[in-house]
């Protein structure tokens, strides 16, 4: 069975600082996937996909992730964080012959000033 | 803008009462609609899986008696917590499948029950 694992449940950061948010998956299949950022009380945003192509796939809001298939990982990363940016991020993954996302625990960025 | 509208956003109940929560597909027809449920700090767990004209498929440790789900539209699910109890206080939120698109999700219930 696929299964997502994030591996920092909580991480804090200054502002301006850049930020990793690591994500493993384990398949034996192909996989699609996606990072969403979750404000409080609020549903998901898609921040990024990868589906096929270019590893290194940018997203929305300054967020890019690259998709390592020998390391299997799709860490999220930003060089410069802003305060904004607080929030729960989730990795999620999608098996090609299926449609339902398995969401990795969650990683809570906290972003001091 | 939204693709996916989720109502109510909040709603409080009590003890032993029934509560429903409409998911929409806003612009295009969900032939399928997905159920999750976020206890505080915690991540994402799939409940159901909404097939529209079909019965749900609901996930294992999940009673379909309590958590009924009707898909009767291309355009919206509803979620009923029957006889709902406190343990049943938490974060609902539906996404929905869009034609060459990633899944969209709603904006969240929260559910408290007194």
């Known amino acids: 069975a696929q299964s997502v694992t994030q591996l920092d449940s909580q991480v804090p950061v200054f502002e301006e600082a850049p930020v990793e948010l690591r994500c493993n998956y384990s398949?034996?299949?192909?996989?699609?996937l996606f990072w969403y950022v979750q404000y409080p009380n609020q549903g998901l945003q898609l921040l990024l996909k990868?589906?096929?192509?270019?590893?290194l796939v940018k997203g929305i809001n300054g967020f890019e992730a690259e998709f390592n298939k020998s390391q299997t990982s799709f860490h999220l990363r930003k060089p410069s964080v802003h305060i904004s940016d607080t929030a729960e991020y989730f990795c999620?993954?999608?098996?090609?012959?299926?449609?339902?996302?398995?969401f990795g625990g969650g990683t809570r960025v906290l972003v001091k000033p | 803008g939204a693709v996916v509208s989720q109502h109510p956003s909040w709603v409080i109940c009590k003890s032993g009462t029934s509560v429903k929560i409409e998911c929409r597909s806003l612009?295009?027809?969900?032939?399928?609609m997905f159920w999750y449920r976020q206890f505080p700090k915690q991540s994402l767990m799939l409940m159901a899986t909404?097939?529209?004209?079909?019965?749900?498929?609901?996930e294992q440790g999940v009673e379909k008696d309590k958590f009924l789900i009707n898909h009767a539209s291309l355009t919206l699910s509803t979620l009923t917590v029957t006889s709902a109890h406190p343990e049943d206080s938490s974060f609902y939120i539906c996404?929905?499948?869009?034609?060459?698109?990633?899944?969209?999700f709603g904006n969240g219930t929260r559910l408290t029950v007194t």
């Open positions: 996404s929905a499948i869009r034609p060459n698109s990633p899944l969209h």
């Open positions: 398949s034996s299949v192909s996989v699609y």
């Open positions: 990868y589906l096929s192509g270019s590893t």
């Open positions: 999620a993954g999608l098996k090609a012959a299926g449609n339902k996302l398995t």
């Open positions: 612009d295009f027809q969900a032939t399928t």
């Open positions: 909404s097939n529209e004209g079909s019965k749900a498929t609901y």
